[in-house]
C-alpha cells in the first residue's frame, strides 16, 4: 500500500511537470520591439510552371468579338448582372473554366494556338502570352494569374484541410491563420513544411517562435506544399491524464476499502 502510495505521489508529480507554459505558443518570441526583421525576398520563391498548372487568362482589346471570344465570362455577366468571375475561385470552377498546361508544356488558346509555358516563372508568363496576343491583336492588354495555389495544411490545427491562395505569395503563417491557428496540442516549434519537387519530397523543419523563419526557403510556400503542425511530446498525457488518474483512484480506493475489510 505504502509502496503504491509512493508510486501514485511520484505520478502526479510528473503529471504536473508535463504541463505547458504559454511561451510554448508565442510566435517569434525572440523578435524585440521595433525590431526590422530581414527576411529573403518573395520573388526568390517564384512558382515554375509544369503540366497540370491551371491558369486564369483574359485577354481584351479594342475588338467586341474578340473580348468575347476570350473572356466570355463578360458576356454572361452583362446578360445576369452577376459577377461571374467568382467561378474561378472554386476547384471545380477552376477546371473547368481555367486554361490548362497539357503534358507538352503548352497552353492552347483560341486563335493564338499553342504556346509553350513549362519552366518558365509565374511572374513572367504574362509577358509571353502578351507577345503571342500582339502578333494576331492591336492593343491587347493580357491577365494571366496561377489558379491552382494550392496548400495543405495538416496535424495540430483547428481546420485542417486544403486552402487556395489567390494572391502572388503565401506564407507558412499566413497557411496556419487560414486553418484557423494551432491547437492546443500543437508544438510551433516543430512545423514541418514538405516540397514536392521533380527529384522528391523535400522537407523542412521550422520553428515558429523563432524570427529566423524569415530567413527560411519554406517561409514563402509553394503550390502543393504540406504544412504539418506536430503534437506536442506531452499529448498523450494531456489526453489520457483524466482517465489515468481515475483509473489509478479506483485502485487506491480498492486497496483502502480491502484493508478496512481484512485489518
Known sequence: MK???????????????????????????????????????????????????ILYISIKSMNPEVNLLFNPEANMQANTGGNDFQKYTTPSGAYLYGYEIDQDGNLKLPMLGKIQVSGIPISQVESVVQKKADEFLKDAIVKVKLLNYKVTVLGEVRNPGDYYNYNNSITVLQALAMANGNTDFATIKKVMVVRPLPEGNKSYLLDLTSKDIYLSDAYYLQPNDYVIVQPDKNKFWAINGQAISIYFSSISILLVTYGLLFK
Not at 26 to 33: E, P, Y
Not at 41 to 50: A, C, R, Y
Open 3 to 53: 509502496n503504491f502510495l509512493n508510486f501514485l505521489i511520484i505520478f502526479s508529480l510528473l503529471t504536473l511537470a508535463s504541463c505547458r507554459s504559454s511561451k510554448d505558443f508565442i510566435f517569434l518570441k525572440d523578435a524585440a520591439n521595433g525590431e526590422i526583421i530581414k527576411s529573403i525576398p518573395v520573388q526568390t520563391f517564384d512558382h515554375n510552371l509544369k503540366y497540370g498548372d
